[in-house]
Structure formats: structure tokens, C-alpha cells
């Protein structure tokens, strides 16, 4: 089994017909494809919904099966033009029913090496208010946080919301989620979380860290792992 995640560029149309059906290839066992959008953005904006920027996170049954897709699938083909992390799972707090294979720990890390964090949230409706509350000031601090190298955010209508964040080691994500960064407003996280505590954002949510395996293209121009 292996992971990857992927960021391309495609006409708004194929975006949304993505959305509502999500790609079926020999050997994948399960996809999020997600419209990008802007940490932080308004809440009412077109920042939040980014119909030309298409994210998609997949779980494999081994490299080749992702090799073929990208090679032989129409879908595939376009995000082999764009930009590509493949990811050795290692641990998740938290679950979704989509990925309920996975262990709980399935590796061990250094606290200096890159890591990888995607979370995966299916929002309760009447939540929205509460999570933008209190997520927005989330999504300022990491899309600001020294310890990133790359950091956004992707949606897909009604209720699914993802992260994805590459830091540039698994201590500095550690003391982020702890509010231990010395960076303004280090707090947010750990308050957002005894808010989710207190009362559930999401009918099931998943945060899972991976170790990055190799890069493949660019996005906007740059390669984005450490």
C-alpha cells in the first residue's frame, strides 16, 4: 500500500465533473479529489472554492498502480502534469470510514526528518459557523509558520474539507499542534481543539502524518519538499 497527493491545473469543467464522480483505476483503493483552497481566506469568497486548482489524495495498492493511472488514465494523465508527493503512511489520530483499513501506527519517524500531514473531515452543516470560527485563526498561523514549505487547504461540497501541509520536520508540526511555535497567535490550535472537544466540528475526521518518498513536477514553478 502507498499514498500520494496531488495539485494540478484544469479547466473549471473537469474540476466539477471530477467532483461529483471521483476516478475508479485498477488498483486504487480510494480518492478525495477536492477543489484548492486559500488558508485563511474569507469565508465568502471565491479564494475558498478554486475551480481550476484540483487537489486529489489516493491510496494505492503499490506504485505501479499509481504509475498506471498516470500513464493510462484521462484523469491521470492531467495530474501528471502538475505536481505530485508519493507517501509511506505512518500514523492517524482520529478516522473516516473511507480509510478504515489503516492502522493506527504503521512506522516509526525522527523528530528531524520532513513530515507530511493531510487531515480529512466530513463537516456537520449546522457546524460551519462554529468551525470557521475557530479554524480560520488555524489556518492563518500555518499558512504563516516558518516550519512549512508548502501549506493549503481543499474542499469539495457539502461537507468534506482536507489539509495538507509539508513541514520541514515532525518536532516543529509537534510543537504547532501543541502551541509551542514561537510564532504570534501559537495558541490557536490547541484552543480550536478543546472547541472540537468540547462539541464535534465533523461527523468523522482523520489527521495522518506520512513520510514524503519522492517529488515529482512542480507547482507554480517550484518543488515544494525540503
Known sequence: MMHSFHLALLPPALTLRTLRRRPRAAGLRHAECLALMRLGSPALSVERMQLRRLAMFAEWDDESALERFLADDD????????WHVRLQYLRRY???AALAGLPVQAGRWDPQEPIVAVTLARLKALELPRFLKWGRPVERS???HPGTTFATAAVRPPHTFSTFTIWRSVREMTDMVHGRSAVPQAHTHT??????HRRDFHHES???????LSEHGTWEGHTLLP
Do not use: I, K, N, S
Open 75 to 82: 484523469l491521470g494523465r492531467q495530474l501528471d502534469d502538475g
Open 94 to 96: 482520529g478516522e473516516v
Open 142 to 144: 500555518v499558512a504563516g
Open 191 to 196: 484552543v480550536a481543539m478543546a472547541e472540537q
Open 206 to 212: 482523520t489527521f495522518m502524518r506520512f513520510r514524503p
